[in-house]
């Protein structure tokens, strides 16, 4: 039986910081991994500007029902639901993710959670697993699935690496060259076709 | 983070053999693992029966596919996939589930697989993994997701008896006898109520 991995931020949905940074005209909360490679000290850097600005979780969830899945990816992901199985693996949070899922239609996702106070401040966040997306990948092919995992960050080439078969979708150029051993796709009807040949 | 884990036959819709030994009106083919513990043994026998009866896999799809998930499992499944993450372990075969899956909105399913030969008659099956349902659920605490079984048979037990929470849903007299010390409900609402409580 196969199960098809997928990132979420940049590959169904929008990131979710970026769009949270546009709406408040906070730049240093473009800030990702990407400048920032030590997770936990870009989590605690984002805890301290929403405890400057006073922003609590509800601030946050409300732009994020704002926000849409990225354009085809409802599409692509029901389509592939229908020939396969799919599960999200997130470095998101819980309390972020959502809105968003109730858009694509509630495929499983797994991911971290926040730790929120009783005044809905954000406090601290949870990490589900340490190297989470890897060890996901690890477990479901410890059930004897045939895993299939895209995504388009640093933090997914481990997940990427460990399953039976992958591809990056829409990763930065330096990404790219990183691991020319990759392929990299940038539209739906490709990932689907190159799924199709891992589920064949 | 949360996962509910739960059994499809009998929790979320009916029996698929006993439905098609109706629909054929071979009486054989009502026997279950509560006739035949050997799974083996029993799944022989309903292979036997289907080359007796010139009966191939779009005759089991064509039964299946008039199938309806029981009443309220639509809207129990959708309100759990609301508040948290649903993963359908079962052991029926990917080519069975597809029709009733559609029918719940497509939860995720890791299940069994037949082995279909050209002409489309089914010439045995493939277990995902001996003791498959309890292998999940220790592979779903590995990535520390903390889970809830649910399920109506004894191949539900071990599964049940591997999660962090669980009940039996459903399960007939003798089950409930053997296994006095696991809740048994009888409503998705009750279900509801020992899941919310185990969420909390």
Known sequence: MNLVCLDLEGVLVP???IAFSQATGIG?????TRDEPDYDKLMQF??????KNNLKLP??????????????????ANSLREKTQLVILSDTFEQFAKPLMQKLLLPTLFCNSLKIAEDQSVTGYTLRHQNGKKEAVRAFKS????VFAAGDSFNDLAMIREADGGCLFRAPEQIQKDC????CVD???K???VIDKFLK
């Open 180 to 183: 020319a051993d990759l392929i």
């Open 187 to 189: 539209t739906f009807e």
């Open 46 to 51: 984002r805890l301290e500007i929403l405890k």
């Open 191 to 193: 990932l689907m076709e």
């Open 59 to 76: 601030d946050i969830q409300k732009v994020i029902s704002g926000m849409q899945p990225l354009s085809g990816a409802l599409e692509f």
């Open 28 to 32: 240093e909360l473009r800030r990702t």
């Open 143 to 146: 059930m004897n699935l045939r």
């Open 15 to 17: 990131e979710i910081w």
